[in-house]
């Protein structure tokens, strides 16, 4: 069945410190995919999403680039800062409808 | 005004006992989640409706019956509450049958703890 995979964390880094977190999927089909963002005691927000080969979906700094070569959807951001701070979710949309999510990676950003 | 709001935010309760929980969007969508994440924060589609009707039904425990009163609402009831339904229960909408590149909304959560 389709899945998702994101690199393990924590993940730590200094304030302006460049940012990747690892994704790759397995699908049938045609998926979308997307990278949610969950701050301490909220829930989850759409940080950016891409729905075919190629596109590159990008916010506040993130960016990501769907891949199907590779099969992988990598979130990047140049410049991270102490408010980036969160738990990061790749997950897959398929056909079905629903939402198939990695395992997060939380990013602790110190000052 | 919030999008997608939950009620209650916590909820404490004993084994076996009854509980509800309720969601309500008001963004005009069709169609409705139900997620639930675990203590090592994974996250699992458990129901979707879209339009009142059931579309999606994971392998959840019977326990679990959701009901949607009107395309806004989409409450979750959990009969004979078990230690291990201890989670943090998510709903979430998207505008309409949710296709593949249909974005979904989430609300604040309910953390549910099983005594």
């Known amino acids: 069945g389709d899945s998702v995979t994101q690199m393990e964390g924590p993940v730590t880094l200094s304030e302006e410190a460049f940012l990747t977190i690892n994704c790759t999927y397995t699908?049938?089909?045609?998926?979308?995919l997307f990278w949610y963002v969950q701050y301490p005691g909220e829930g989850l927000q759409l940080l950016l999403k891409?729905?075919?080969?190629?596109d590159k979906g990008s916010n506040k700094g993130f960016e990501a680039t769907y891949r199907k070569e590779t099969t992988s959807f990598h979130l990047e951001k140049g410049s991270v800062q102490v408010s980036d701070s969160a738990v990061y979710f790749c997950?897959?949309?398929?056909?079905?409808?629903?939402?198939?999510f990695g395992q997060g990676t939380t990013l602790q950003v110190k000052p | 005004d919030t999008a997608v709001s939950q009620t209650p935010k916590y909820l404490v309760t004993q084994m076996g006992n009854d509980k509800s929980i309720k969601c309500e969007q008001n963004?005009?969508?069709?169609?409705m989640y139900w997620y639930k994440q675990d203590s090592k924060k994974f996250l699992k589609i458990m129901f979707s409706?879209?339009?009142?009707?059931?579309?999606i039904n994971e392998t959840v425990p019977n326990r679990f019956s959701p009901k949607s009163p009107d395309k806004a609402h989409l409450n979750l009831h959990i009969n004979s509450l078990e230690l291990g339904d201890s989670a943090v229960y998510f709903c979430?909408?998207?505008?309409?049958?949710?296709?593949?590149?249909?974005?979904?909304?989430f609300g604040p959560g309910t953390r549910l703890t099983v005594l």
């Open positions: 979430a909408s998207s505008q309409d049958q949710a296709g593949p590149t249909d974005t979904q909304y």
């Open positions: 409706y879209n339009n009142k009707e059931l579309i």
């Open positions: 997950a897959l949309g398929g056909n079905t409808g629903k939402l198939i």
């Open positions: 891409a729905t075919k080969a190629d």
């Open positions: 963004l005009g969508h069709d169609t």
């Open positions: 699908a049938t089909g045609y998926p979308s």
